[in-house]
């Protein structure tokens, strides 16, 4: 018998008889999620927003955060709180304009990834407020430190959707009040200033 029928006769003997797959499928499954938060009240204390920062830090690279804001602002901690949550997301979160932003409100608003605001949009940036008890160096002794404490954390947020010295202008007790029209080129200036911050300095992998 030849080879080739050898080969033939073995093939008829083969058919019907049980092989495994010549490959095998394996998938994997990712949780996209897409979560649309308000934040449509005065900012409270921090514990209230406990849950929230948990959320914003444990949000993976695939979620994708919308977070409306509308408010007249409130605690300058709850906010650096939230903040801070937001920068160690690795979630695309977006900041919406709905459609107020004051004090606090507006520093949560350029903090976010995307920006996005309507024509009724209206921000409102001014210095921090508080009342202080004590002893008369006591008081001298807190504004002394919070002070140069809050001009950090204003230009390290809002430069440069804000200039330097506007900054310096709010630092001073100046209002600064901007709508749609006022808003839309400082955006596109922090949008660049970020685009080529992350060309200098690339993330690892």
Request: charged letters at 20%; proline letters at 4%.
């Amino acid at each position: 018998m030849t080879h080739f029928k050898k080969a033939a006769a073995q093939a008829d003997l083969d058919i019907g008889k049980a092989y495994p797959e010549p490959y095998r499928i394996f998938s994997t499954e990712h949780v996209v999620r897409d979560l649309d938060i308000y934040l449509s009240h005065e900012i409270v204390e921090p514990s209230a927003y406990d849950e929230l920062c948990h959320t914003l830090r444990t949000a993976t690279e695939s979620d994708d955060i919308r977070l409306f804001i509308n408010t007249v602002g409130g605690s300058v901690a709850s906010g650096l709180a939230l903040i801070q949550a937001m920068q160690e997301s690795e979630a695309t979160i977006t900041t919406i304009l709905n459609p107020e932003a004051y004090s606090m409100g507006a520093l949560l608003y350029v903090a976010g990834d995307k920006h996005v605001i309507s024509s009724k949009g209206i921000l409102m940036f001014h210095n921090y407020s508080g009342g202080m008890y004590g002893k008369g160096n006591e008081q001298a002794a807190e504004i002394a430190a919070v002070s140069p404490w809050f001009e950090q954390i204003m230009r390290e947020v809002c430069v440069p959707f804000l200039t330097d010295d506007e900054v310096t202008s709010v630092l001073k007790g100046g209002d600064l009040w901007l709508r749609q029209h006022e808003i839309i080129p400082r955006l596109n200036r922090l949008h660049e200033f970020r685009q080529a911050q992350a060309v200098e300095s690339p993330q690892e992998d």
